[in-house]
C-alpha cells in the first residue's frame, strides 16, 4: 500500500521533474523538510499552518507567517509601539544597514513611501494624511511604548514634482502619557517649538517676505502672539517689540546687573516709556 511520503530507492536524482504537486513532510527546524547534502540542520520546514520557515545550523531564523510578515530571528510577530503588527520584525538583531558600492557620488536610500490604493495603485494622498513615522520604544514589561517618534505627514494636496510635507519630532514626557510632538516644522517654513501635551506652543519661528527674521513667542491666554522681530532692509534694521494684543512690554534686568541697568522698564501701547 503507497505512503503519502515515498522514499525512493535512488538516493541521488537527476534532473527531477515533478507533475503535479509535491507534498512533503513538515520538518522541524532541527530537521528542516528540504534540506542540503553534508547540511542536514538548514533548509525550508512547516512550523504552523499556512506557514513557512527557514532553518540555519538547526534553529529557527526566519518565518513568512499567514498573513505575509517576515519575522526574522523569532517565531511569531510581536506587537509594536502602536499594538500593531509589522510586515517586517527583527529580532535579537545588531542593527540594519544599508551600503552603496558605487563609483559615483550617490549615498544610500531610504525610501518611505505612502499611497492610497492597493499595491500597484499609485492612489494620492491628502492634506493630513501620515506619510511616515519612525518610532523608538523601550519595553515596559508588559508591551513596548514609545519614547521617541519622528512623524511626517502630508500638508496639501500632491503636485507634480512634490508633496508638501509638515514634520513633527514627538517626546515622551513622562510615563503615564503619551509622546506628543515638542517641535512642529511646517512646510511654509513656520517652526513651533516646545509644544505641550495639550497642544500650546511656547515659542515660534515665522518666516516673512518683508523680514529678515521673525521669533513669535507663544503666551498663555488669547489673542495673538507677542514677537520679537528684526525688520527692513539690509542697511537700516529696526529691532522691533510687539505687545500680545494690546498689553504691555516689560524689559527685566536684574537689580544687580552689571550694566546698571534698573529693575525694568516698560513701554505701552502709546509709546510711553517708564522705569519700573
Known amino acids: 500500500m503507497p505512503s503519502a511520503y515515498h ?9 527531477p521533474q515533478v507533475q503535479g504537486a509535491l507534498t512533503i513532510s513538515p520538518g522541524t527546524a532541527g530537521t528542516p523538510a528540504v534540506a542540503f547534502a553534508g547540511d542536514a540542520d538548514s533548509g525550508l520546514f512547516h512550523p504552523a499552518p499556512d506557514s513557512v ?16 510578515q517576515l519575522v526574522l ?5 510581536l506587537p509594536n509601539a502602536w499594538g500593531a ?7 535579537n538583531s545588531e542593527g540594519a544597514a ?8 550617490y549615498g544610500s536610500n531610504i525610501y518611505f513611501q505612502k499611497s492610497r490604493g492597493a499595491p500597484g495603485d499609485l492612489q494620492a494622498v491628502r492634506a493630513g494624511d501620515g506619510l511616515a513615522n519612525i518610532v523608538v520604544a523601550g519595553a515596559n514589561g508588559t508591551a513596548f511604548r514609545e519614547s521617541f517618534s519622528l512623524r511626517v505627514t502630508a500638508a496639501g494636496n500632491p503636485g507634480t ?6 514634520v513633527a519630532l514627538c517626546l515622551a514626557e513622562t ?55 528684526a525688520e527692513g532692509a539690509d ?20 537689580p544687580t546687573s552689571p550694566d546698571g541697568l534698573p529693575p525694568g522698564a516698560l513701554w505701552n501701547s502709546s509709546g510711553t516709556v517708564r522705569i519700573v
Open 7 to 15: 522514499t525512493p530507492v535512488q538516493t541521488t536524482l537527476v534532473a
Open 98 to 105: 544599508v551600503s552603496r558600492w558605487e563609483d559615483n557620488p
Open 53 to 68: 520557515g527557514i532553518a540555519t545550523g538547526g534553529a529557527e531564523r526566519i518565518r513568512v507567517t499567514p498573513v505575509g
Open 235 to 254: 542697511a537700516t534694521i529696526h529691532l522691533g517689540l510687539r505687545p500680545k494684543g494690546g498689553g504691555s512690554i516689560v524689559i527685566q534686568s536684574l
Open 85 to 91: 503588527h509589522c510586515g517586517l520584525q527583527a529580532n
Open 161 to 166: 514634482v512634490s508633496v508638501p510635507g509638515n
Open 175 to 229: 510615563g503615564t502619557i503619551p509622546a506628543f510632538a515638542r517641535l512642529q516644522i511646517h512646510n511654509d517654513g513656520i517652526s513651533r517649538f516646545g509644544l505641550a501635551a495639550s497642544g500650546a506652543e511656547m515659542l515660534r519661528l515665522t518666516p516673512a517676505p518683508d523680514q529678515v527674521n521673525r521669533l513669535g513667542m507663544a503666551g498663555a491666554g488669547t489673542g495673538g502672539m507677542p514677537v520679537v522681530a
Open 73 to 77: 530571528q523569532h517565531t511569531a510577530s
